[in-house]
């Protein structure tokens, strides 16, 4: 298999490719625009470009990189009173903020300091527009880094708001390897403080990685606790344990009264659904993962895994001391520490009294996402009529242990021949359990693809699906049978994201363009049920995915894997799940 790469890689190397599709720069309409600032009153400005400018098409060259250096390591962790073996990135749990400007490139080294597991790590939400080999899925655009290796991510920020970078490799997210990505741009509605990212994670006293090998024969286990930013309180009163030390604080933050906070939520949960609030507060939701919307008002907001929300809090409250919430939905999993998952809002820094909890809502029956008629997006896009659905079913075996499926079939992933490298090889059959669904575009109008999952399972989980490369629009979302003839398909300007709920029981119709050649990785955000199979991905025009890389990618690509083979005959453990 090595010779065979190798030679792929060198064949490609030298055809003489020397430069990557060049992205949508500014457009001569847009340049006629007249300049206007982002300033606390005038957020949906950004220079030449707006709230209104088609993201997709359009985006602006600034001309700067900006450069970070991570290091995935092993070590003890505290994040609430119990110590414990986790991952981190740079030593916290979450990792460093990246951050950067709309229309900035990114180049970001990661190097795997862990002594026993590959690693990648995932920008969840980018759409790694023609750079596929740095959307960091092990066993599908890349080779796992192997301990001791580095890769440095590169990619163009074509999107802007709020996600994560998160490893794809086994349950690693699950034990720390998580962090904020921060990309500035225009916003749908004005605030005066971005208070930046806030995770909303379950957390685990014991690692993930070890809870495995009961976990994949039964449901998700219920962790002990939950974490507002990589930080929870746990009561270790009268506990013998120990680990359990005590000393876990809660995330504060300071609000100023009058002013208006914007707050970036991400859903980080290995299980969790969350159902988010902050007490004597409502606020303003401006954006759905990467995508502006027209504001909404609410008191609470439900947040499926991968999912992130921008919001606008009002700092109008009688002056005190609030809880804030990422209310664990018990319809969805269990929690040790359920009611407890919080953070403290003051308006007076100096306090240090535990707020009262009189204005608390009540917390959702159900693990759906928000309402789709809340999600309109701001710059308004319609879908096509649809031609030709697929549909995959949502099924379930039991083989050694639970083995998600769609289609018939579970994902099993191997690491040291990612699908990428099989297509260099030129290779056009894949391995039934890779899961892959081919897409090809006959023209250039030939552009929609649609799709129907369906859980057939009769488990009645929820799911939160989550597509890579793409925003997809969420036409139809509801639970029962999917029928063609009877389905109410919103095609005016639905709901557009990339992750979203499938209900139990129930149907999800997407639909997306073919406009970005790579190998796209589409699973369950349930990190046991991604472990357990529940994954696919879409090769979409293959033929054109070495155009999106230049001789420089494709020799790093071949550096990874090369590195990973001679790892992985001495590796101590073995690859005992889907690959992702
Ligand atoms: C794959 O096909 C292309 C185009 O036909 C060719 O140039 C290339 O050498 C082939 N690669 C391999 C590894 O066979
Ligand atoms: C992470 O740690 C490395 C050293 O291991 C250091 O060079 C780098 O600056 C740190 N990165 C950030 C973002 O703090
Ligand atoms: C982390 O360290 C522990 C304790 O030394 C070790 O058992 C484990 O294999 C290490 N994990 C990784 C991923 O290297
Ligand atoms: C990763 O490391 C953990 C120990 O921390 C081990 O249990 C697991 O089997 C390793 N997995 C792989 C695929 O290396
Ligand atoms: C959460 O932690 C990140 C660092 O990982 C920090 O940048 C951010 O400001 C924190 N957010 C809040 C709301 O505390
Ligand atoms: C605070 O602001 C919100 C808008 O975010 C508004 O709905 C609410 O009525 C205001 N409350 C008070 C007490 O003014
Ligand atoms: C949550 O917000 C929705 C509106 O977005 C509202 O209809 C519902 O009553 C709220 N739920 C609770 C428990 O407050
Ligand atoms: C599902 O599997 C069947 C039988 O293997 C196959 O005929 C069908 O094309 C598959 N459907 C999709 C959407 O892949
Ligand atoms: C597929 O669509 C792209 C636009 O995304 C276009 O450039 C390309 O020519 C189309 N392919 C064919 C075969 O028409
Ligand atoms: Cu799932």
Not at 205 to 219: E, R, T
Not at 397 to 421: E, I, K, M, R
Not at 540 to 568: K, L, N
């Amino acid at each position: 298999m090595k010779n065979t790469f190798v030679s792929a890689l060198t064949a490609l190397a030298s055809s003489s490719l020397s430069s990557a599709i060049p992205l949508a720069a500014e457009s001569s309409a847009l340049a006629a625009r007249q300049s206007c600032e982002n300033t606390a009153t005038s957020r949906s400005c950004w220079g030449d470009y707006s709230i209104d400018t088609n993201y997709y098409e359009t985006v602006p060259n600034t001309g700067v990189t900006r450069e970070y250096w991570l290091s995935i390591q092993n070590e003890t962790v505290n994040a609430d009173g119990y110590n414990r073996q986790g991952l981190t990135i740079n030593g916290t749990i979450p990792g460093p903020e990246i951050i950067a400007d709309w229309g900035d490139n990114l180049i970001i080294h990661v190097t795997n300091n862990m002594e026993h597991n590959g690693t990648t790590l995932h920008w969840h939400g980018i759409r790694q527009l023609n750079s596929v080999e740095y959307d960091g899925v092990p066993g599908v655009t890349q080779c796992p880094i192997a301990p001791g290796d580095s890769l440095s991510y590169k990619f163009h920020a074509t999107q802007y708001g709020t996600s994560w970078y998160h490893s794809h490799f086994i349950l690693q997210y699950g034990d720390g390897v998580q962090g904020p990505i921060i990309i500035n741009g225009p916003a749908t509605a004005d605030y005066d403080e971005d208070l930046g990212a806030m995770f909303l994670s379950d957390w685990s006293h014991i690692p993930a990685q070890q809870l495995w090998d009961s976990a994949k024969l039964g449901g998700p286990p219920s962790l002990e606790n939950g974490l507002i930013n990589g930080t929870n309180t746990y009561d270790c009163s009268t506990s013998t344990d120990p680990n359990c030390v005590g000393g876990g604080v809660k995330n504060v933050n300071i609000f100023e009264s009058g002013k208006k906070y914007r707050l970036r939520l991400v859903n980080s949960a290995v299980d969790g659904h969350f159902q988010f609030s902050i007490d004597g507060h409502s606020f303003t939701v401006i954006a759905n993962d990467f995508v502006p919307i027209v504001p909404y008002e609410t008191d609470n907001l439900s947040i499926s895994i991968g999912q992130r929300y921008d919001i606008i809090v009002d700092a109008n409250a009688t002056v005190g001391d609030y809880w804030l919430r990422a209310g664990w939905v018990l319809a969805c999993g269990q929690n040790g520490n359920a009611d407890e998952i919080t953070a403290i809002i003051r308006y007076d820094a100096s306090s240090t009294a535990d707020p009262t909890t009189t204005s608390a809502i009540t917390t959702a029956a159900t693990c759906g996402d928000e309402p789709a008629a809340s999600l309109v997006p701001h710059l308004a896009m319609n879908v096509e009529a649809v031609n030709n659905f697929q549909q995959l079913d949502l099924g379930v075996s039991f083989v050694g242990y639970t083995h998600w499926l769609l289609n018939g079939s579970s994902l099993l992933l191997d690491w040291a021949d990612p699908t990428t490298l099989k297509v260099f090889n030129n290779e056009s059959i894949f391995p039934t359990e890779y899961n892959v669904q081919p897409l090809e575009n006959t023209s250039a109008e030939d552009i929609w693809t649609y799709w129907v999952i369906e859980d057939d399972t009769g488990f009645g989980i929820t799911h939160p699906l989550h597509l890579h490369g793409h925003d997809f629009w969420l036409l139809a979302q509801d639970t029962g049978m999917f029928n063609a003839a009877t389905v109410d398909l919103k095609l005016v300007n639905p709901p557009r994201r990339d992750v979203a709920s499938l209900p139990g029981n129930g149907y999800i119709v997407m639909a997306f363009k073919k406009d970005n050649p790579g190998s796209w990785l589409m699973h369950c955000h349930i990190a046991w049920h991604a472990s357990e199979g529940f994954a696919m991905q879409f090769v979409e025009s293959p033929s054109h995915i070495a155009d999106t890389m230049t001789a420089d990618d494709v020799s790093i690509f071949g550096d990874t894997c090369a590195t990973w083979d001679q790892y992985d005959p001495l590796a101590v453990f073995q690859q005992d799940d889907s690959g992702i």
